[in-house]
């Protein structure tokens, strides 16, 4: 029997949630207003935007790009202390100390390179998540603002998202949307390891309804954004718009355009950040998912005529994509 150990409270469109990877097209805008301008360049060795040292000590004489950050393409890896940044509640730890914990050879999360994989940067796709905290430093370093402020008066305020944030203490907890994570074989395990997100459960046992806290890990511009689904529309909308939202742009025409287009070979997935999604074999929308303990939530849209879909999930059970395309093909009748 499921014991579902919750308040039975219905999920609104003007409810908060942290949005896991869905964030990280965020960031990516953030880091093409930079370019925009011509304060950073795609191609240019990270290393010219930070005040240390990032390089793959399997590949020393080969420099990690911007884009390469951008397109997963960095041969940055999310090493084993990436797993246990997750804690209840806002980090203490900065972005600046995490990265360089992790990244620095002069630092304590260093490992020996353990967040570099074996191969050279571009010589493989590897999904990153340590590359997009990465990012966001990039962002603070240019921008000479925390990346949370940077992001708030850039593009959330722009737009409208008044109610969005990344830290707990920019947002109204008392509306934010909790995590569960329903109990199996399979994954039971996996939860155990992170039982500090779950400070009320005891046993996990099978067939029940854990609720997590409000958690946070230091590596935030990767997932950690807080928004509603009604918010996070007003931000796909402005990118179906070509960066453009109610007279407020957030991005030139072209630049939109660069990010929503294959960057690794001409019939690829990969954009900036974005990638499609295939709903029939005439039809891929652009957008991002995300998945985090006690979450699970979509953005994909299409330019063309303007459809887009939004879905939130408080729970990291499977399903998502496949509601995801049964909600746009009714939506394009």
Same mark, same amino acid.
């Given at each position: 029997m499921v014991n579902l150990r919750s308040k039975k409270i219905d999920i609104n469109t003007d409810q908060i949630m942290n949005i896991g990877s869905v964030s990280k097209t965020i960031t990516a805008v953030a880091i093409m207003q930079?370019?925009?301008?011509? #304060?950073?360049?795609l191609d240019s060795d990270i290393n010219n935007y930070l005040d240390f040292e990032v390089s793959n000590p399997h590949h020393p004489d080969d420099s990690?790009?911007? @884009?390469?950050? #951008?397109?997963?393409?960095?041969?940055?890896?999310?090493?084993?202390?990436?797993s246990h940044s997750y804690d209840c509640g806002d980090s203490p730890i900065s972005l600046e100390d995490?990265?360089?914990?992790? /990244?620095?050879? *002069?630092? *304590? #999360?260093?490992?020996?390179?353990?967040?570099?994989?074996?191969?050279?940067?571009?010589?493989?796709?590897?999904?990153?998540?340590?590359?997009f905290g990465l990012l966001g430093l990039?962002?603070?370093k240019i921008s000479d603002k925390p @990346?949370?402020?940077y992001t708030r008066e850039q593009i959330f305020k722009p737009l409208g998202m008044n109610n969005t944030g990344w830290f707990l203490n920019e947002i109204d907890s008392t509306n934010h949307i909790r995590p569960y994570g329903f109990i199996t074989e399979r994954n039971r395990n996996g939860y155990l390891k992170r039982k500090n997100l779950f400070p009320t459960e005891d046993s996990f046992e099978l067939g029940v309804l854990v609720e997590g806290c409000l958690y946070s890990f230091p590596n935030y511009p990767d997932g950690l954004v807080r928004?509603?689904?009604?918010? #996070?529309?007003? @931000?796909?909308?402005?990118?179906?718009n070509e960066g453009e939202l109610n007279g407020n742009r957030i991005l030139q025409i072209k630049t939109v355009r660069k990010m929503l287009s294959p960057q690794l070979s001409k019939e690829g997935s990969q954009g900036l950040c974005f990638y499609t999604e295939t709903v029939n074999d005439s039809l891929k929308l652009w957008g991002h998912n995300g998945i985090d303990p006690g979450v699970r939530t979509t953005m994909y849209f299409n330019s063309e005529n303007k459809i887009g879909i939004i879905t939130f999930q408080n729970n990291a059970t499977d399903g998502a994509i496949p509601i995801?395309?049964?909600?746009? /093909?009714?939506h394009q009748k």
């Amino acid at each position: 029997m499921v014991n579902l150990r919750s308040k039975k409270i219905d999920i609104n469109t003007d409810q908060i949630m942290n949005i896991g990877s869905v964030s990280k097209t965020i960031t990516a805008v953030a880091i093409m207003q930079l370019w925009e301008k011509e #304060l950073i360049r795609l191609d240019s060795d990270i290393n010219n935007y930070l005040d240390f040292e990032v390089s793959n000590p399997h590949h020393p004489d080969d420099s990690i790009t911007v @884009f390469q950050l #951008l397109t997963h393409t960095s041969s940055i890896q999310d090493g084993e202390s990436y797993s246990h940044s997750y804690d209840c509640g806002d980090s203490p730890i900065s972005l600046e100390d995490w990265v360089y914990s992790n /990244l620095s050879k *002069e630092a *304590e #999360l260093y490992s020996g390179g353990s967040n570099y994989g074996k191969w050279a940067p571009k010589e493989k796709s590897e999904y990153s998540n340590l590359a997009f905290g990465l990012l966001g430093l990039i962002v603070e370093k240019i921008s000479d603002k925390p @990346f949370n402020q940077y992001t708030r008066e850039q593009i959330f305020k722009p737009l409208g998202m008044n109610n969005t944030g990344w830290f707990l203490n920019e947002i109204d907890s008392t509306n934010h949307i909790r995590p569960y994570g329903f109990i199996t074989e399979r994954n039971r395990n996996g939860y155990l390891k992170r039982k500090n997100l779950f400070p009320t459960e005891d046993s996990f046992e099978l067939g029940v309804l854990v609720e997590g806290c409000l958690y946070s890990f230091p590596n935030y511009p990767d997932g950690l954004v807080r928004t509603s689904v009604k918010e #996070l529309s007003l @931000f796909m909308s402005a990118i179906m718009n070509e960066g453009e939202l109610n007279g407020n742009r957030i991005l030139q025409i072209k630049t939109v355009r660069k990010m929503l287009s294959p960057q690794l070979s001409k019939e690829g997935s990969q954009g900036l950040c974005f990638y499609t999604e295939t709903v029939n074999d005439s039809l891929k929308l652009w957008g991002h998912n995300g998945i985090d303990p006690g979450v699970r939530t979509t953005m994909y849209f299409n330019s063309e005529n303007k459809i887009g879909i939004i879905t939130f999930q408080n729970n990291a059970t499977d399903g998502a994509i496949p509601i995801l395309k049964k909600l746009y /093909l009714m939506h394009q009748k």
